[in-house]
């Protein structure tokens, strides 16, 4: 079974960018699952109700998200209601919204979950026991797990820690795609970030003046994002569903304009 996992969505032009070339993309990878992350769907962070639904509507099977959850008023009720849209699973008990959801998908049941790195973000509960815990309970032929961290080492940490338990595991927030996708001993699909689906000629999305603004005169300025066509980053990984275990990956990028 092919999984695709598409990096993180950033504002509109990211998003009009993988509603319109999405279909393209599953056909060329012949993917037969996908898993975008859409924390950041939103020009002020964050995903609303219109945003997910452009995003499933266009192909998305799940939507995984991040330390911008909350950021838009109507997300408590869009994971109220919608199983298919999910949080980081170390949030506290009481935080609205689920962690992980399972799809059948061609007869195959796959589960997704979704956790948040502690470094350099927010002081949530521990991701590596949250995820061992909801990784060991869940019966699913297919387990994918978007790690939502900062720090590469403790991405490579939670790839091995989940080596043999999760299909694949994949990192986001960072926005700049790593080369180092790859089968760790134990049969899991890894990669450090998958990148950013958003301005092309950017700073992780944001106006590259007001970022260069800010690293060489200490300029505070509000970030806004930058007004450029969208490329379209991610990996796609091959498992097999009779065993759970990745047998292959391989990243990609669609830039603007480029024929996929």
Same mark, same amino acid.
């Given at each position: ?13 990211? $998003? ?7 279909? #393209? ?7 037969? +699952? ?9 020009? @002020? ?11 499933? =509507?266009?192909? @998305? ?13 109507? @997300? ?17 008990? #009481? ?17 997704? +979950? ?30 994918? &797990? ?10 490579? @940490? ?14 986001? =927030? $960072? =926005?700049?795609? $790593? ?12 990669? %450090? ?7 092309? =000629? ?8 007001? &970022?260069?603004?800010?690293? &060489? ?5 509000? +970030? #806004? ?10 990996? &796609? ?9 990745? %047998? ?10 480029? $024929?996929?």
């Amino acid at each position: 079974m092919k999984i695709l996992t598409i990096g993180d969505v950033v504002g509109d032009s990211g $998003t009009a960018a993988v509603c319109e070339r999405l279909g #393209e993309i599953k056909g060329k990878y012949a993917a037969d +699952f996908c898993v975008v992350n859409g924390e950041n769907a939103c020009s @002020a962070n964050g995903i609303s109700r219109r945003k997910a639904e452009m995003l499933l =509507h266009a192909g @998305a099977d799940v939507l995984t998200l991040g330390n911008h959850t909350f950021r838009q008023k109507d @997300a408590p009720a869009l994971l109220q209601h919608n199983q298919n849209i999910i949080r980081p699973i170390n949030y506290p008990p #009481e935080t609205v919204g689920r962690g992980f959801c399972t799809v059948e998908k061609n007869g195959v049941r796959i589960g997704v +979950f979704n956790a948040l790195g502690r470094i350099y973000l927010e002081n949530v509960d521990c991701p590596f026991r949250a995820l061992n815990k909801a990784l060991s309970e869940m019966k699913a032929d297919i387990k994918i &797990v978007d790690f939502h961290a900062e720090a590469t080492s403790e991405k490579r @940490a939670m790839g091995f820690y989940l080596d043999g338990k999760a299909s694949v595991v994949f990192g986001t =927030h $960072t =926005h700049v795609q $790593t080369s180092d996708i790859q089968v760790l001993p134990r049969g899991t699909g890894y990669i %450090t970030d998958i990148g950013m689906s958003g301005p092309h =000629h950017s700073c992780l999305g944001v106006d590259k003046e007001i &970022v260069i603004d800010r690293f &060489v005169g200490c300029i505070p300025r509000r +970030f #806004e994002l930058a007004d450029s066509p969208a490329r379209i980053d991610g990996a &796609v990984f091959t498992v097999d569903e009779t065993t759970g275990k990745c %047998t292959g990956g391989e990243i990609f990028s669609v830039l603007p304009g480029e $024929t996929i």
